[in-house]
């Protein structure tokens, strides 16, 4: 190529704009140009856009209902092509007032006159990339339409604008940058299309009967989006026909789920996609184990979100027998910052491995040493001896409560003994209760549940002293 070619190019479809996109009158092909850092044109991509017609059959059914509709997928598997053809549909065959907020003349061509491929849909042109958030409110109050279609919806401002008009009851169908519904949640900037994501401290109690931490991750608001449709490739799509259901599985950590649709040889083909029912292990425990378990070998440590520097240099201060591994599925504990305690990645490995998950609140050394010191079941000055009973006695006793549901009383420990089989117990969701005074008073474990209170009420009236135990 020469600079002559690019001139020649660049002269039959007229300079391109602040987009760098310029296209050819009445057709759906666009060029864009590379510039240097001076802003001459040293490049240029050409792209035969067509019209195509029955891209979206396998969706088809979710057009009509009137709902708003979300198309994720990554560049090039034909979100634009489909969002041109929902347009037709909803103007041609259902006969709504549809108008096409086109902010780089994708949908509709270049030119004044829109290509026929959007049927008997307007078409509202944007002057500048930024100003996409104005046109789309402008669409709304001045031109009464039943149904917008936007593509490409990328800043918070789009995302708000989305918002607004989906509280107006008009229908929506746009595309958005991510490729999966998780990594729509995982964005900041545009996780409110699917009602958002923020972080909420519940009471023990309330943690209690959910099974899990206190700290957890819950859908803001209701999704602007009623649907949303993965694009995994140009005939095949993953439908989420219930956005709000399908994000508080995800921020559960459970899987999505949803319905993959496939277009094979003209047929429609649909099944559901397996759904985890139960949630996630809470990330301080395993979920639901048999006994416990000591690891052989050395415990492998991954740090989520934590300096792996400063967690091997703190291990070896702390002479544990343990090793800091690279992949999260290969750990039996894992150490994460409480801000990303939620990740969804990070719980569904959790689920697969059966991990313990220890949170920091922040990466420092003392709060690393603190964890690890509970997690490692480290006590000073005490004698490693006695350390070592008070461990064994409490796994003894947790194993009866889990396998026969009775309450089991340890032997009495001096205080801080007590505190690391409190430490032991808390991890298997169990009950307990310290008793007597000291130098007698020792721990005893109930499973979870209704035989503490009773416990409670009997050594009331029987005169007894009981308090919850130090931890």
Not at 18 to 33: F, K, M, P, Q
Not at 201 to 226: C, G
Not at 335 to 355: C, F, H, Q, S, Y
Request: proline share 6%.
């Amino acid at each position: 190529m020469t600079p002559g070619d690019l001139e020649h190019v660049l002269a039959q479809v007229g300079p391109p704009g602040e987009d760098n996109r310029a296209g050819i009158e009445r057709t759906l092909h666009r060029v864009s140009a590379i510039r240097n850092r001076k802003g001459r044109v040293v490049g240029i991509t050409l792209r035969v856009g067509r019209a195509v017609f029955g891209t979206i059959d396998m969706v088809k059914d979710l057009i009509g209902t009137g709902r708003n509709l979300l198309l994720l997928g990554r560049p090039g598997v034909g979100k634009t092509t489909k969002l041109r053809e929902v347009a037709r549909v909803l103007a041609d065959d259902l006969h709504k007032r549809v108008m096409v907020v086109d902010t780089s003349n994708e949908i509709g061509g270049d030119g004044d006159i829109p290509h026929p491929g959007i049927g008997g849909a307007r078409r509202m042109q944007v002057s500048r990339p930024d100003r996409q958030h104005d046109v789309m409110i402008e669409a709304v109050e001045n031109h009464m339409p039943e149904a917008i279609i936007v593509d490409e919806i990328g800043t918070s401002a789009e995302a708000a604008a989305a918002r607004t008009i989906a509280e107006r009851g008009v229908q929506l169908v746009a595309t958005a940058h991510g490729n999966t519904l998780e990594n729509l949640v995982l964005n900041p900037t545009l996780s409110d299309l699917v009602g958002g994501v923020h972080t909420v401290t519940l009471s023990d109690e309330e943690a209690r009967r959910r099974n899990t931490q206190k700290t957890i991750s819950e859908r803001k608001a209701p999704p602007t989006f009623d649907m949303v449709v993965e694009m995994v490739g140009r005939d095949e799509v993953l439908v989420h026909l219930d956005t709000a259901e399908a994000v508080d599985r995800l921020l559960a950590g459970r899987e999505v789920g949803g319905e993959r649709r496939r277009l094979d040889g003209g047929v429609v083909r649909a099944e559901p996609v397996p759904q985890s029912v139960a949630p996630l292990p809470p990330p301080r425990s395993k979920a639901a184990p048999a006994a416990p378990a000591a690891y052989n070998g050395p415990t492998r440590i991954y740090a989520h979100a934590v300096s792996r520097d400063l967690l091997d240099r703190v291990l070896r201060e702390l002479k544990v027998d343990a090793r800091v591994v690279g992949r999260l599925e290969s750990a039996d504990l894992i150490l994460t910052l409480r801000a990303r305690a939620n990740d969804p990645k990070m719980r569904r490995v959790i689920e697969r491995t059966g991990a313990r998950v220890e949170e920091v609140k922040r990466n420092s050394s003392a709060e690393l040493r603190r964890v690890l010191r509970s997690a490692f079941m480290l006590v000073e000055g005490m004698d490693e001896d006695e350390v070592r009973e008070a461990v064994a006695e409490a796994e003894h006793a947790i194993q009866r409560v889990l396998s026969e549901g009775v309450s089991v009383p340890l032997a009495p420990r001096p205080p801080r003994l007590r505190k690391l089989q409190h430490r032991l117990v808390s991890r298997y969701h169990l009950e307990t209760v310290s008793r007597g005074s000291e130098p007698v008073r020792h721990l005893t474990i109930y499973p979870l549940g209704a035989e503490v209170e009773a416990a409670l009420h009997e050594s009331e009236a029987e005169g007894n002293a009981w308090v919850p135990s130090e931890a």
